[in-house]
Structure formats: C-alpha cells, structure tokens
C-alpha cells in the first residue's frame, strides 16, 4: 500500500524559503512522477509540480521563478522549496504520486492517484 | 493557462437524486479531463480519468463523459458518503489546472 507523508516547518517568515519533504513508503520513486500541489484556505487547488527519479522537472509558470523540486532517490523522498515567501503563499500543501490511470485507443491518461494527508503552511512575521 | 470553469459552484440535493456537476475547458483537452473529490480536512481521491474512466475502487454511481470542452460528472443516486468537493482537471498541457470546485450537500 503506498502512502505519502508531507512534512516540514508549519510557520514560515514572510520573505524566506518554504521547504516540504514528502516520504513516500510502499512504492520506490524510481517510478513514475511526482508533485506538489497546494490549497490556500477555502479556496481550490493549484499544481506546483512535479519530478521524476531522474530530476526531470516541470513545474507551473506562475510559481516558476520560486520554486525548486528535487528528488532524493536513496532516501525515497522528494522535497519542496519555495522561496520569497508571501501570505498568499498560506495553504496546506500536498504531495502525490502522478500515475498513468489508463490507456485508451493509444492514447495514455495521467492522474494522480495517492495523495499526502496534507501540511499546513502559514506564512506570518 | 487552459482555464476549468465549474458550475455549479455549490449545489443540494436528496439523498437518491441523480447529480449533475459540469466542467468547461478554456479550450479544447480532448479526453484529458480528471475529477477528484475531496472531504473536508482531506486530500483529494481521483474518481474518474480520461473523462469517462472510473478508478479502481469507485462506485459505480459515478459515471463521467463528454471531450473537447465540455464535460460532466453525475451521481446517479446520491449518498449521504457523497458529501464532497468535487474539481475537474485537465492533463492535456501543463500547467495542469484544476476548476473551482463544486461543493455537493445532502438536503
């Protein structure tokens, strides 16, 4: 059974670096890839995301110039890290696993499939 | 940025009506179209992929269709269990972009 768990600062300075590790246990992350996803309170989700066991990286353009995702291949982790920090950036940040759910007609559909509890960030001086 | 427009944004219903949530793509993703739901104080739980697809371990009761730019998620007889958020997300380009959400109540 596969499971993910966040972990990190809870409470982080408003200009400085938030930095989340996810724990992936049941499932070696030298397969498929791997993302961040976030949630500001009472709002929807925004993908940050993702890498692979490789470090091959994508991520959203609207957080790009912030935001480094790095793999830890021996530890079975990767890890989040945000800089420059703002409120905007409060909300509860999630790790999941991005599998291929299916293919159809030769074509291949990507969802993420497990997900983290969830860890709540706030930014505040 | 591919835009996810739901609607509703919140709706009631009775335990057993049939549910419909609608989802609209800024511009055409094929098939590309995921549905999560998400319980309060929980992550989100992917229901359906390639927009018709139902994961492993669903029920039956939830069915998706549609492509291009117009999609749907239904519910055919709601459950007290099915008290959720439900977002659509396409997989087409990147970044991937998640609708608002439709908050589903039981009346």
């Known amino acids: 059974q596969v499971q993910l768990q966040e972990s990190g600062p809870g409470l982080v300075k408003p200009s400085e670096t938030l930095s989340l590790t996810c724990t992936v246990s049941?499932?070696?992350?030298?397969?498929?890839?791997w993302s961040w996803i976030r949630q500001p309170p009472g709002k929807g989700l925004e993908w940050i995301g993702y890498?692979?066991?490789?470090?091959?990286?994508n991520y959203n353009p609207s957080l790009k110039s912030r935001v480094t995702i790095s793999v830890d291949t021996s530890k079975n982790q990767f890890s989040l890290k945000l800089n420059s920090v703002t409120a905007a950036d409060t909300a509860v940040y999630y790790c999941?696993?991005?599998?291929?759910?299916?293919?159809?007609?030769?074509?291949?559909?990507?969802?993420?499939?497990?997900w983290g509890q969830g860890t709540k960030v706030t930014v505040s001086s | 940025d591919i835009q996810m427009t739901q609607s509703p944004s919140s709706l009631s219903a009775s335990v057993g009506d049939r549910v419909t949530i609608t989802c609209r793509a800024s511009?055409?993703?094929?098939?590309?179209l995921n549905w999560y739901q998400q319980k309060p104080g929980k992550a989100p739980k992917l229901l359906i992929y390639?927009?018709?697809s139902l994961q492993g371990g669903v029920p039956s009761r939830f069915s998706g269709s549609g492509s291009g730019t117009d999609f749907t998620l239904a519910i055919s007889s709601l459950q007290p269990e099915d008290c959720a958020t439900y977002y659509c997300q396409q997989s087409y380009t990147i970044p991937l972009t998640f609708g608002g959400g439709t908050k589903v109540e039981i009346k």
């Open positions: 049941g499932d070696s992350i030298s397969t498929y890839y």
């Open positions: 511009q055409s993703i094929s098939s590309y």
């Open positions: 890498i692979n066991y490789s470090g091959s990286t």
């Open positions: 999941a696993r991005r599998v291929a759910a299916g293919t159809l007609l030769g074509r291949t559909y990507y969802g993420m499939d497990v």
């Open positions: 390639a927009a018709s």
